[in-house]
Structure formats: structure tokens, C-alpha cells
């Protein structure tokens, strides 16, 4: 009789345990501080773009499934900008996992990485340093913070808005595109390759110089899509993630389109753990 209902009574006792680990891995996990500083422009005057609002409100929604404390900003002027970074790094520094995503435009000038307020007018290079956002600036004053992991998303690439044309991909789509070639000899189209410093890992939806798609009749850009599709897979570590991401752009793209991404990360991080609180398991 007691052998009889042992394989229940062990089906059981296992359920219980599995319960109590998902429990306690919850719980650890709710100890953990991830904060996020979502931006996505789209209504620049003369270069609209279609999906940086749509990608940015996915994102900020599977943020918040994944525990992050999310700031949204949507088709912010240069003000809301400023304010927004100004805010989020006075703050950042408690945090454990710190996440800062941008779909928009973009530029490098002089080796330094620039993204675009919707309000941006340039009448010459000193423009970029005094009214937009330094990335490079922003990468180095988290890593200057003592504890915790910085991720850095930017989907902002890589021709020149104010032309108001599309510009033509590799492979001779014509396609509008993402990003900013000042008007002045010095500043190049694409964005700079940034070596992430230490606890850091930096995601660019598209190689150094290169562009990237805004998702031409699609809900997201290409980019956003397939980091959506992604972001939430249970024991997935970061680094994974994204090369699964890389993958599935460059297929989609016919490899016009490559994801690139620099990584100074000690240890493992999973946006969603497996559901025994490991990251990183076969």
C-alpha cells in the first residue's frame, strides 16, 4: 500500500520543492535594484522615422515585466534629454542593473558618439557638444559607479536626417535609416566603435559606419524586433542574448545589417533567470 502511492506522494514532495526554489529565486531576484532610462525619438523636424516610440514602449513594457523601475521618454526635445539623463545618473549609482536604451538618431563627431533631441538644428560642428546627448560621456559616468552592471542599447543609425532622402543599403534597397552626418567635414556617417569599460556591456543595432533599418512597414525596427523577441527567455545570459539577436538581424537582412556589441562583463546576468535562479545553464 505505501509503495503503491509513492510515486504520487514523490510527484508531489518534487512540486513542493520546485515551488520553494521558484520562490526563493523570486525573492532573490526582488532583492536585486534594475532601473532603466528609455528613450525613443521619432518626430524630427524634417527626418521622421517610424518606429523608435513604438520600439521604446515594447521595450519599456518587457522591462517592467523583468523587474526593471523604467523612465520612458517619448520624441523628447533636447530639454526632456538632458533632464531625463541629468535625473536618471544622479539615481543610477544604487542600482544593481543599470539599462539605458535609445532609438532615434545618431552621430559620431571627432570619435564621439551623439544622440539626437527631435529638436536638434545644426548650424555648425560645435552644435553636437553643446546640444546633444555625449553617449561616450554617459558610458564613463557608469562606470565610475561602484557596484552593479551597466547595459547600454542604442538602435541609432547611421545617415544624415536633415537631408530628408532615403538613403540605399548594400544590398540597393533604398531604406530610410537611422542616424547623423553633420553638416561639416569632420563629423561621418555611423556611429564610433566604444570599447565598453569594466561591469559594462554596449549594444549598437548595427556595426561601426554602418546603417541601420527602421523597419521599413513594420511595426519595430528590425533591431527592436528581434531584442524583443529575446530579452524575456528564462536562462539566457546577456552576452547570449544578444548574439541571438545579432543572428536574427543579420539573416533578416540578408547580412546588409549586423549588430555589434562590446562586453567587459565579470559575470553572468540573465534579464530572466531559469526558473531555479540560474543564469547561464545548458
Not at 134 to 162: H, Q, S, Y
Request: proline share 4%.
Amino acid at each position: 500500500m505505501v509503495f503503491r502511492w509513492w510515486p504520487a506522494w514523490l510527484g508531489i514532495f518534487l512540486l513542493a520543492v520546485m515551488s520553494w526554489s521558484d520562490a526563493l529565486a523570486q525573492a532573490t531576484r526582488g532583492k536585486e535594484i534594475r532601473t532603466a532610462l528609455v528613450i525613443g525619438n521619432a518626430e524630427y523636424r524634417g527626418a521622421r522615422l517610424r518606429t523608435p516610440v513604438r520600439d521604446a514602449t515594447a521595450l519599456n513594457e518587457s522591462l517592467n515585466r523583468l523587474g526593471f523601475r523604467v523612465r520612458l521618454e517619448e520624441n523628447a526635445n533636447q530639454a526632456a534629454m538632458v533632464s531625463a539623463f541629468r535625473s536618471y545618473l544622479a539615481r543610477a549609482e544604487r542600482s544593481d542593473v543599470r539599462l539605458i536604451y535609445f532609438a532615434g538618431h545618431g552621430v559620431q563627431w571627432r570619435g564621439r558618439n551623439y544622440l539626437i533631441p527631435v529638436d536638434l538644428e545644426i548650424q555648425g560642428e560645435e552644435d553636437l557638444a553643446s546640444r546633444a546627448i555625449d553617449l561616450t560621456e554617459v558610458v564613463e559616468r557608469l562606470a565610475g559607479m561602484r557596484k552593479g552592471i551597466n547595459i547600454i542599447i542604442v538602435d541609432a543609425c547611421r545617415d544624415n536626417p536633415f537631408t530628408g532622402g532615403a538613403a540605399k543599403l548594400a544590398d540597393a534597397r533604398r531604406a530610410r535609416t537611422r542616424g547623423l552626418a553633420a553638416e561639416t567635414e569632420r563629423a561621418t556617417g555611423g556611429l564610433a566603435p566604444l570599447q565598453a569599460p569594466g561591469g559594462t556591456v554596449v549594444a549598437f543595432s548595427t556595426s561601426p559606419g554602418s546603417l541601420a533599418s527602421d523597419g521599413e512597414g513594420a511595426r519595430n525596427s528590425i533591431y527592436a524586433k528581434h531584442l524583443l523577441e529575446n530579452i524575456d527567455k528564462p536562462g539566457q545570459t546577456i552576452e547570449k542574448m544578444l548574439k541571438q539577436v545579432r543572428i536574427g538581424v543579420a539573416h533578416e537582412t540578408k547580412l546588409t545589417q549586423i549588430p555589434w556589441e562590446s562586453s567587459s562583463l565579470m559575470g553572468e546576468f540573465c534579464f530572466r533567470p531559469d526558473p531555479r535562479g540560474g543564469c547561464g545553464g545548458d
